[in-house]
């Protein structure tokens, strides 16, 4: 490297991998001081991760790549590193003259002790930490009920939410670019020495398809249809900017901007009961006597239920790493209602092999489809699976992609009764609700 030498501050990429309306980016370029940007794989993350394949990685290693040859235009790199965050700044700040470190907000329970941990650190050092909102419209206490307490109903949260809204603004990063240090070359760590292997998965768009938004409200329940944006996991990593996609929506369809809203209210219910990932965001449902029997949670896992709906789900979940809406809420509602299987275990495999996993939208989902979670609705509602494929799959398209032999002898037979599981359901609820 050269230009190491002189003052300089750190932008560190983390779930917002693009040069383009970056907050965080966008504060660093414009702070006076040439700018450093830095990406570090967490050892702790990604030691946690069971499959070394996880598409998630190559999704990351491919796009730090691209961000490398973006920023090559501006004569810059990228610094890479692999490693516990702490120990990688503890490192830099002996190697560079870091004036500040830039980067942007996250609220998931690990990245709060991350961010508390590296930011004492670099303040003992006397280099300042600065942390912005970039990967939602509206943060933590910003919006709350009149009494001052967070919102726990989704409808009067979005209303509240629609009603702070104004111009969504844009922050121009790239036009700065010029700030970037000028480095001749930067390393970039190889899948394997990262103990992981590429795969081979399909990785959706990051292409925003006016003509998918628009008819959103149409085509976003059924399955067989192109009818969903596929941007989860683009606004998982922030390869999208939430800021355009909301522009985009609000001039295009409400019902797609309501979904961008779920997103922000899960987060808040995230940041606001941390405690949600451990329990019941009701606690009296922690009090369910599940039956948890492993070979049931196998079949369910594998898609071979003998319920055609819900098989189809999970094999389009192993074979993808994505799982249509409409079938993530049918195979939830089934592992806990039907097979009384715990929340926590589909929740768990769901962030294994989901591509757009995001703790907070997915500890919400499962938590609204077992009855647990901030959802007004009752606790018997259950999904009838059959009613749901003839309503959302009328002439089995996608059952029949993703369970060809749906209609032949090899095709296992339902392992339970819908209407014996219903009961076995209301039951067990009603016990520990008492």
Sequence with gaps: MNNTRVPCVIFWFRRDLRLDDNYGLYRALTSGLPVLPVFIFDKHILEKLEDPDDARITIIHRRIHQLNEQLSKFKSGLLVDFGKPLEIFQKWVKEYPI?????????????????????????????EFLTF????IFEKDEILKTDGTPYTVFTPYSKAWKGRLQAVEAFPSERHGEAFIKIEKTHLPE???????????????????????????????????????????????????????????????????????????????????????RSA???????????????????????????????????????????????RMITASFLTKHLLIDWRWGEAWFARKLLDFE???????????????????????????????????PHGEFIQRWVPEVNSPSY?????????????????????LV
């Design 99 to 127: 004036r500040a470190v830039y980067t942007n907000h996250d609220y998931e329970p690990y990245a709060l002790t991350r961010d508390q941990e590296v930011g004492q650190f670099l303040k003992n050092k006397g280099i």
């Design 133 to 136: 909102k970039d990967q939602v």
């Design 191 to 277: 899948l394997h020495t990262l103990g992981f292997k590429e795969s081979f998965q399909e990785i959706p768009s990051a292409n925003i398809r006016d003509e998918i938004i628009l008819n959103y409200d149409k085509t976003r329940d059924f399955p067989a249809l192109e009818g969903t944006t596929r941007l989860g996991i683009h606004l998982r990593f922030g390869t999208v900017s939430i800021r355009k996609l909301v522009k985009i929506a609000m001039r295009l369809n409400p019902v797609f901007l309501n979904e961008l809203i779920w997103r922000e209210f899960y987060m808040m219910i995230l940041w606001h009961f941390p405690y949600v990932t």
């Design 281 to 327: 965001f009701k606690p009296e449902y922690d009090r369910i006597e599940w039956l948890n029997r492993e070979e049931d949670f196998e079949a369910w896992k594998n898609g071979m239920t003998g319920y055609p709906m819900v098989d189809a789900g999970m094999r389009q979940l192993l074979k993808t790493g994505y799982m249509h809406n409409r079938l």
């Design 359 to 393: 703790l907070s939208s997915n500890n919400g989902g499962w938590q609204w489809a077992a009855g647990t979670g901030v959802d007004a609705a009752p606790y018997f509602r259950i999904f009838n699976p059959m009613l749901q494929a003839a309503r959302f799959d």
């Design 412 to 432: 296992p037979k339902p392992m339970v009764d819908h209407s014996e599981a219903r009961e076995r359901a209301l039951r067990v609820y009603k016990k520990a």
